[in-house]
DNA sequence: TCAGGCTCATTAACACTGTTAACTGTACAC
DNA sequence: GTGTACAGTTAACAGTGTTAATGAGCCTGA
């Protein structure tokens, strides 16, 4: 056919391309707008290239997910390093959930199967998510040195709250100004911390 | 053909028919499974036939959307006439948001987008989410009665918490046993009423 | 009796989806 | 040259939501 020219691209780019594409699609149309072909088409190549890189849209959704929890896990050590009150830390932690929400929604959706976003592969089988627990289960131990029972049903609250708030706040941003469920999401989460005194 | 012999069913029962084969399709498989060929199929008719009934997956899903608010409501309201005491009321109310999540997970996942299930109309939208909204916000003035403003804050206080511990738990029930799940959530529920007096 | 229309349900098709087998072409080693 | 490995393609399969066109049966009116 044609020529097919410049099309020198190391394995590196191409791969980051089909994620970064992934999400663009996610974060313009939905997760449910996601389709191979459509990636394909955008980082012009064919469909089958994909599975070169990924073997199955399932793998795919699976990374994208595992860069969320460890952007978060990163964002949590870094308020680590720079506070060291334990009550302080638990909030600021809080307040990166948030941001991390609001700023990248694909990502949240696609780590909790929210709003059409679907990988198969179990959560909870993602080190990542593992580590962003520990980090966080540190935290509160650092706050109230108990035994590692209780510590983990704080982590659960806390998860809980957080997780309650940002979601129901996602789903229901048409009818309820962002702005304002912000505010209330601080104040609850500084009521949770206050409360582990 | 052949004969094609004893097809008399009502418009009701075929409607109720499609309903029913959708949510237990969810049950066994999830709901990234439920197709209108397979809905169609389990009912022992065409494709197009589910079409005369609901036009669109989106109006179906809808569908059993509302059925799940509509019986959440309605066992609100139960607990209405059982209880007078407000404290009492809303625990309750929560305890039946926990029972409801987990005999009838199919539901609850549509009715937030959960784990593939994606229904692309607003939830809030529904009017008996609208119902659901009022009559929790109506036990919750019996208890304060303050303005209409700190009413609906609560409100989403208490709606997150109980909605963040359910999805989580639903989510990684596989890593924690839910009985755990159930008694951290009995004990964060209380402990939310007995904060409001 | 026969034609028309109404109702119910079907078949067939379109444009998609994830996924895979088979193929083509190019570059390099011997 | 011949062979081989690599990069990327086309074509196909089975499945999806959705809709237009079609058919079969039955009741009514002439």
Redesign the pocket.
Known sequence: ME??ER?P?SHEH?RAGIISTAKKIARQEGWQA?????I?EAI?????????YF????VLLNAIRDEGFTYLNDQYHRIMKLYRDPEKRLYEISLIQWDFALHQPELYQVMYNLEGAYCSVPVYQSDALQAVGDTVCEIIFSFIPKAKESIRRLYFEWWALSHGMIALAMTMQDVQLLEQSEQTYRESMRQFVRRLR
Chains 1, 2 share one sequence.
């Open positions: 020529t097919l099309k691209r191409v996601v389709s191979i072909r459509k394909a012009e190549y064919s469909a089958p290239v994909v599975y070169e073997d199955g849209k399932e």
